[in-house]
Each structure stands twice: as structure tokens, then as C-alpha cells.
């Protein structure tokens, strides 16, 4: 069995666990952030190479302003208060999507943080902001007609945010829907797919651990028959 080396999450569920237990869709984002430390570490004591966390999809700008308001907040707090914590758990930080649409204090918060941290080789945290894969796709072939590249599938993922990363091995959706939201269509191929009904504040060492277990077990084919 070769080991893991990426690992994607689709960290769904805040919102209604907000609701559930504090009264407040924001309130459950908050409590979100807790389960990304502790998958994060989790993942370093694991040996995971490449952790790509869905943060915020090219479709979530579709949500109420004072939502997206607390999301970008929650986001500037995390880059503010974790990024030395990052440095010292040797992970760095690298960011998948168009940012654009971001405040600019945000952008230059993130590029900050991906530029102190790049040294590191423990984990790269990537985290997928305003991502969406439909976007990256039209995005790459963009390139390709621009600088005349021919069109194949070396070129196309060469021309992907997530250029040098290799796919994930395995991937988890928390919060009980069986989709993929337009989150790396491309790169999840092959991927194992893992849907969790616990939303996302819920989900902890534990379920990730026996995730992890049930991977190994999984024979991979890519559509060989051994
Ligand atoms: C995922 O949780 C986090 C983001 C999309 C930012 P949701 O906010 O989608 O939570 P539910 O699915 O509404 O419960
Ligand atoms: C996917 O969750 C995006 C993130 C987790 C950031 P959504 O809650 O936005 O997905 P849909 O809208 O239910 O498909
Ligand atoms: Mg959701």
C-alpha cells in the first residue's frame, strides 16, 4: 500500500451546526476553524504531505453580505493569529483560487503568508478560496490558446492552480450531501471518494483516523485489473 500523500476536504456543515447548537450560521463557521486546526495537526502526526481544504467556493458569493462579511473576517483572524504557529509546525501555506474578488488586504495578508512559509516542507496547506474548478479549467485553457500550447492532458494539468500537486488520494465531504460543489473535478478522477454525515464542527481525530484506516484497505485499480 502506498501511503497517502494528499488528502482534499470539503468542509461542509457549519452553517447548520451553527443553527443547531448557538443559533447562528456564523457561530458555526467560527467553530469550524476549530476541526481545521485539529485536522491540520492531525494530518502533520500522519505524515500527509498535501492537505487541500475548500474554504470558499466561486459560488458562495451567492450567500447573504453579512455571511461572506464574517467569512472574510474569520479568514483575516486565521492568517493573523495561526501563520507563526504555521511556520513552526513546519507547513506552508499555498492558496487555490482567484482572489481578485478578495479584499486587498486579504490578498496581501495571503501572499504574506505563503511567502513566509514557503521554506517549509512538513505539509502544504492549501487552502481553495473563491475556487471553483469550472473556473480553473476555463482559466488553463485560456493560457493554453493564448501561448499557442497544444491541448492534452500534461498541458492542462500543467496550467491548473494546482500545478506540481499531485492529486488527491483520497477525499472527504462532512455534512451528509453526496457532491462535489465544482471542487477539482479534474484533479478527482481517481480519487477515493469518503461522504461523512457529520457536519464539519463535529468531525475530529477519530473519524479522520478511521478514514485514514479504511483508506489503506481500499485496493486502487486505475483501471488496471491488479
Ligand atoms: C461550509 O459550510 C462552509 C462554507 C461554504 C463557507 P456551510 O456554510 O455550507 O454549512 P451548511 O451546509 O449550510 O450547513
Ligand atoms: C461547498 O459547500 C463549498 C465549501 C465547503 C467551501 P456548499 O455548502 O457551498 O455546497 P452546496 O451549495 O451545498 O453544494
Ligand atoms: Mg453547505
Do not use: C
Not at 51 to 65: D, G, I, Q, V
Not at 102 to 122: E, G, S, V, Y
Amino acid at each position: 500500500m502506498i501511503p497517502p500523500k494528499h488528502v482534499a476536504i470539503i468542509m461542509d456543515g457549519n452553517g447548520r451546526w451553527g443553527i443547531k447548537n448557538k443559533n447562528s450560521r456564523n457561530l458555526g463557521h467560527k467553530a469550524g476553524l476549530k476541526t481545521v486546526e485539529t485536522i491540520i495537526r492531525s494530518s502533520v502526526k500522519n505524515n500527509i504531505k498535501f492537505l487541500t481544504l475548500y474554504a470558499f467556493s466561486t459560488e458562495n458569493w451567492k450567500r447573504p453580505k453579512l455571511e461572506i462579511k464574517f467569512l472574510m473576517n474569520l479568514l483575516e483572524t486565521f492568517l493573523i493569529e495561526k501563520i507563526n504557529n504555521l511556520v513552526n509546525q513546519g507547513i506552508s501555506l499555498k492558496v487555490i483560487g482567484d482572489l481578485k474578488k478578495f479584499p486587498k488586504k486579504i490578498q496581501d495578508q495571503l501572499i504574506n503568508a505563503q511567502n513566509k512559509t514557503k521554506k517549509n516542507t512538513k505539509l502544504k496547506l492549501i487552502l481553495a478560496l473563491n475556487y471553483g474548478s469550472k473556473n480553473e479549467l476555463v482559466h488553463a485553457f485560456k493560457i493554453l490558446k493564448k501561448k499557442r500550447i497544444s491541448v492534452n492532458e500534461f498541458n492542462i494539468s500543467n496550467n491548473l492552480f494546482t500545478k506540481n500537486i499531485p492529486d488527491p488520494d483520497f477525499l472527504i465531504r462532512t455534512g451528509n450531501t453526496h457532491r462535489l460543489s465544482n471542487f477539482l473535478l479534474w484533479q478527482l478522477a481517481y480519487t477515493e471518494l469518503f461522504f461523512e454525515k457529520k457536519l464539519w464542527p463535529d468531525f475530529n481525530n477519530n473519524d479522520y483516523n478511521r478514514i485514514l484506516r479504511n483508506f489503506r484497505k481500499i485496493q486502487r485499480n486505475f483501471g488496471r485489473i491488479k
